[in-house]
């Protein structure tokens, strides 16, 4: 347990987040009955949290209709550094270079987050993930467990109490993979996700801060798919380095 306790999920937090989803992936805006009905909660409760988040910028309102405001972007401005600042021409090129469709992923909470992809995918069904930027579990993705592998040590402590609550095994596996993932830098998955997916993932940085991975996939057919990846990240590495200097 870390030093904070477990991190488990409240209940309010948990609604909060899942409005403001709610609200980012309506481009017309969703209005506060349909975001009870679809929470199973009360109208009341949701039309509260909808109050706070608009008066806060979080959410802005027309038509009594409700969709995501500025706020959000704005914390990010403040911060500076959490979101990997990589165009959709850069990660075309970084896919070309690789030979490989290249996907760009953050860790959200326990999940990770595919923001955006470059190259084509020979599998379409993964197509969604990136395009959708639908949430995977952190350790069931080689990007998941990268960007756990190198978070901080502590909250790595607090993810991991809570991840183990829901799978003890998967936990236990990435406890021994772990030296071996921070000392390389880098992190696979040979089917953990997707049992014809291979994929390998290597940090994105922002000066000595990781800011999420890039993730190299493959269809899954043998050893020979693992030696594609290793090639394939290598010659990416030496084109980001090449690029820095």
């Not at 975001?35 to 608009?54: E, I, K, T």
């Not at 995501?68 to 403040?78: E, M």
């Not at 609550?165 to 993932?181: K, M, Q, S, T, W």
């Not at 993730?215 to 990240?233: Q, Y």
């Amino acid at each position: 347990m870390s030093e904070h306790g477990r991190r488990r999920p409240h209940r309010t937090v948990d609604r909060v987040v899942w409005i403001l989803e709610a609200a980012a992936r309506a481009p017309g805006g969703v209005t506060v009955a349909e975001l009870a009905r679809a929470a199973g909660a009360p109208a009341s409760s949701v039309q509260d949290l909808v109050n706070g988040l608009v008066a806060t910028g979080f959410l802005l309102e027309q038509r009594r209709r409700f969709r995501l405001g500025p706020a959000p972007h704005v914390l990010n401005l403040i911060a500076g550094r959490v979101v990997p600042r990589i165009g959709q021409a850069e990660l075309n090129e970084l896919s070309r270079v690789a030979g490989t469709p290249v996907l760009l992923t953050v860790r959200v909470g326990l999940d990770a987050v595919h923001l955006a992809r470059g190259g084509e995918d020979e599998i379409p069904r993964l197509l969604p993930l990136a395009d959708e930027h639908m949430a995977r579990p952190l350790l069931r993705t080689a990007a998941g467990r990268l960007l756990l592998a190198l978070t901080d040590e502590a909250e790595r402590r607090g993810l991991l109490d809570e991840l183990a609550r829901h799978d003890p095994e998967a936990v236990a596996e990435f406890r021994r993979a772990l030296p071996g993932i921070r000392a390389s830098r880098i992190s696979r998955s040979e089917g953990l996700a997707d049992p014809e997916v291979s994929a390998l993932a290597i940090p994105v940085t922002d000066g000595p801060v990781v800011t999420g991975a890039l993730v190299l996939t493959h269809r899954r057919r043998g050893r020979s798919e693992r030696l594609s990846l290793d090639r394939a990240a290598a010659r990416l590495l030496a084109h980001i380095q090449e690029g820095r200097t």
